[in-house]
């Protein structure tokens, strides 16, 4: 198993520009989320899915969206990119819905917005 | 809602002394609790877990964790360190609402 692989690695943008930050799993996970963590602030929690389908705002969805439309995949999307959004990202996922389950985490993704 | 706080953003300790991470949470229930290390560059791997039942948790490389429900608390020890250990530790919490919150991270750094 590959695990949870996101793409890409490195990107910088331009204010205003937008992306989509890719991730996938192989493990059949029903959940998956995705994070920014930035300095001091540890990982916020911006949007997470427990479905193919089914998706929920976490604590700072602002400026981001998600769709599910498929078990494996789980893209963030940057509509209008704002120097804010500077980070690092994290997708993540686990196997059971509720909570209870380990997550398994991606390499991550180091956004910069100029 | 619930919340984590780790109160120490930085500790440094000596390789071969002994270790105690503090993390405190809020919750109206009893909450599944996790920690998970981050090494440099790295993504976040778990160290162990807390759901229910024995309040003593032991986990990977050495690491334990104690719930105490008095006190909110869900501390992370490790009775010796060692220089691989330096990393960043963080502490969260899920309710019942499939939202991890996480802490804001403490630093360690081992001293040869």
């Known amino acids: 198993n590959a695990g949870v692989t996101q793409t890409p690695k490195f990107q910088v943008l331009k204010t205003g520009q937008s992306m989509t930050l890719q991730c996938a799993q192989d493990?059949?996970?029903?959940?998956m989320s995705w994070y920014r963590q930035d300095p001091g602030m540890g990982l916020r929690l911006i949007h997470y899915?427990?479905?193919?389908?089914?998706?929920d705002q976490g604590e700072v969805p602002n400026g981001y969206n998600v769709s599910r439309s498929t078990t494996e995949d789980f893209p963030l999307r940057l509509l209008s990119a704002a120097p804010s959004q500077t980070s690092v990202y994290f997708c993540?996922?686990?196997?059971?819905?509720?909570?209870?389950?380990?997550?398994?985490f991606g390499p991550g993704t180091r956004l910069t917005v100029l | 809602a619930q919340s984590v706080t780790q109160p120490d953003i930085h500790i440094t300790v000596s390789e071969g002394a002994s270790l105690e991470l503090r993390c405190n949470y809020s919750y109206g229930a009893t909450p599944y609790l996790f920690w998970y290390v981050q090494s440099p560059g790295q993504g976040l791997q778990l160290l162990l877990k807390?759901?229910?039942?024995?309040?003593l948790v032991q986990g990977i490389k050495g690491f334990e964790a104690e719930f105490k429900r008095s006190q909110s608390s869900f501390n992370l020890r490790k009775p010796s360190v060692h220089w691989s250990d330096a990393a960043e530790y963080f502490c969260?919490?899920?309710?019942?609402?499939?939202?991890?919150?996480f802490g804001t991270g403490t630093r360690l750094k081992v001293l040869a």
């Open positions: 969260a919490v899920v309710g019942g609402t499939y939202k991890y919150i």
């Open positions: 993540a996922s686990s196997f059971q819905r509720g909570g209870s389950d380990t997550q398994y």
């Open positions: 807390y759901f229910s039942g024995d309040t």
């Open positions: 899915s427990v479905g193919a389908g089914i998706t």
């Open positions: 493990m059949n996970h029903e959940y």
